[in-house]
Nanobody
Framework: QVQLVESGGGLVQPGGSLKLSCAAS????????MGWHRQAPGKERELVAT???????KYADSVKDRFTISRDNAKNTVYLQMNSLKPEDTAVYYC??????????????WGQGTQVTVSS
């Protein structure tokens, strides 16, 4: 089994910052791509950012230049630094990881989600 444990969510004022963390543990041979998605009330889950094992990143247009995704491969952890937060960023944030437990098999795992609320 693989577990993803998220932390760092909470309540922040507009313009503030939060840093989310997600640590993977369990039967892991290699973690390939990792990423963050979010789901706001009444909306579908959307991609926020992804990062490959080599460090290549992609961002949704709505968060580009404000959010930064990074990873620590030694700790099997992915981070999302969120700056200049807006009320529109309010959502449940989910991390995910594409995990290989052999050379030939990989599975996409998801965390439980962490609430981020941006409000004055």
């Amino acid at each position: 089994q693989v577990q993803l444990v998220e932390s760092g969510g909470g309540l922040v004022q507009p313009g503030g910052s939060l840093k989310l963390s997600c640590a993977a543990s369990g039967s892991i041979f290699r973690i390939n791509a990792m990423g963050w998605h979010r789901q706001a009330p009444g909306k579908e889950r959307e991609l926020v950012a992804t990062i490959t094992s080599g460090g290549s990143t992609k961002y949704a247009d709505s968060v580009k230049d404000r959010f930064t995704i990074s990873r620590d491969n030694a700790k099997n952890t992915v981070y999302l630094q969120m700056n200049s937060l807006k009320p529109e960023d309010t959502a449940v944030y989910y991390c995910n990881a594409d995990v290989s437990n052999t050379w030939f098999v990989s599975i996409d795992y998801w965390g439980q989600g962490t609430q981020v609320t941006v409000s004055s």
